[in-house]
């Protein structure tokens, strides 16, 4: 079941399904809408509304999520799915929404046996499995990992539902793994810079969804950061800054609504990303890096949700679950990264 079909993201990501050869059935407000858009089995449901997602979904069903912002939308469907035992992915970049995952939602979906793997797309399996493989490769000295996101190609290759979850991310205390535990920070506390094909490229630190799996894999880790460089020279700034206070979130909000729901489609074709982890040893010394290349996020994103729902009979383990706890580091390289035209360095 795939909720958010009408929108830009949730429309590729039911186009990729089809193209695996399932047949999702699209839920929501309007199902003459979706049904007329895909030819799919439709249901009426209000995302919002846990009693009527609730009435759609059964122990063996796979709710597929793409309606954002999630930290206002995306509640009542997980705890929907938590109720019924189900399985769950979406495709949240919204930290504080991957607390309520983890922190609040997780202990509970153990007991129900509801599988959540949450943020299961650009944002954050690039990351968390260039970790993961960094991690293999530095063995037991690794004490602290660093994760980068960057993007390349003008224009505006974002939509409109992207810029909507940033301003609730930037509304929102951030994270951090720090001495060996995850700490609440503002958003932006850290800058570091990385080199991406030989240039420079500054990044200021997000709470991710790398805070909660690469500790999993490597408990003795001390610290676990991930920054964000999207923004180039401009990152430096946007560190500087202090939380934007409520009246100019506000504002951010409506200027939200004046970006189109689609992304420019010759910047989001000419967009390519490429996400770095290092691996240090207690006193500074790189052990490895791992570097993930792909196109553009919307297209890695409906790739990876529809792999995830063709392969979730493969999902290990209950309860909030990360890409590498839930189906492992060999079928995310082998399967999940050829499906999606990610290569690693």
């Known amino acids: 079941m795939l909720f958010g079909a009408t929108g830009f993201t949730g429309g590729r990501t039911a186009e990729a399904m089809l193209a695996r050869g399932l047949r999702p059935v699209l839920a929501g407000r309007n199902p003459e809408a979706l049904g007329a858009r895909l030819g799919c089995e439709t249901a009426r449901a209000d995302v919002t509304d846990m009693a009527s997602v609730a009435a759609l979904v059964g122990p063996s069903d796979v709710l597929v999520s793409t309606v954002g912002p999630f930290a206002e939308l995306g509640g009542a469907a997980l705890?929907?799915?938590?109720a019924a035992g189900a399985t769950y992915l979406d495709s949240t970049g919204e930290g504080p929404f991957l607390r309520e995952v983890f922190e609040l939602q997780g202990p509970a979906a153990q007991r129900s046996g509801a599988r959540l793997i949450p943020a299961f797309g650009y944002d954050f399996v690039p990351g968390v499995l260039a970790g993961a493989l960094a991690l293999r490769e530095a063995g037991e000295r690794a004490a602290r990992v660093d994760v980068g996101y960057f993007l390349t190609g003008g224009g505006r290759w974002f939509s409109r539902g992207t810029a909507e979850s940033a301003v609730t991310v930037a509304s929102s205390p951030a994270f951090a793994?720090?001495?060996?535990?995850?700490?609440?920070?503002?958003?932006g506390r850290r800058l570091r810079t990385y080199l991406v094909d030989g240039v420079p490229r500054p990044a200021f630190s997000i709470g991710a969804l790398e805070h909660f799996a690469l500790p999993r894999l490597a408990p003795g880790l001390r610290t676990v950061d991930v920054h964000l460089g999207w923004f180039g020279r401009a990152s430096t700034a946007v560190h500087r800054l202090p939380p934007p206070p409520g009246i100019a979130l506000r504002g951010l909000r409506r200027l939200t609504t004046r970006i189109p729901r689609e992304p420019d489609p010759a910047a989001a074709a000419a967009a390519r990303s490429e996400t770095v982890a290092e691996v240090f040893d207690a006193g500074g010394t790189l052990l490895a890096r791992t570097r993930l290349r792909f196109g553009d996020p919307y297209s890695l994103t409906a790739a990876l949700l529809a792999w995830g729902?063709?392969?979730?009979?493969?999902?290990?383990?209950?309860?909030?679950?990360?890409?590498?706890?839930?189906?492992?580091?060999?079928?995310?390289?082998?399967?999940?990264?050829?499906?999606?035209?990610?290569?690693i360095e």
């Open 309 to 343: 729902a063709a392969h979730a009979s493969e999902i290990e383990g209950v309860g909030a679950l990360d890409p590498v706890s839930a189906f492992g580091v060999d079928a995310l390289v082998d399967s999940a990264c050829a499906d999606a035209g990610i290569t």
């Open 177 to 187: 793994v720090a001495d060996g535990a995850l700490v609440t920070e503002p958003g």
């Open 79 to 82: 705890a929907a799915v938590v």
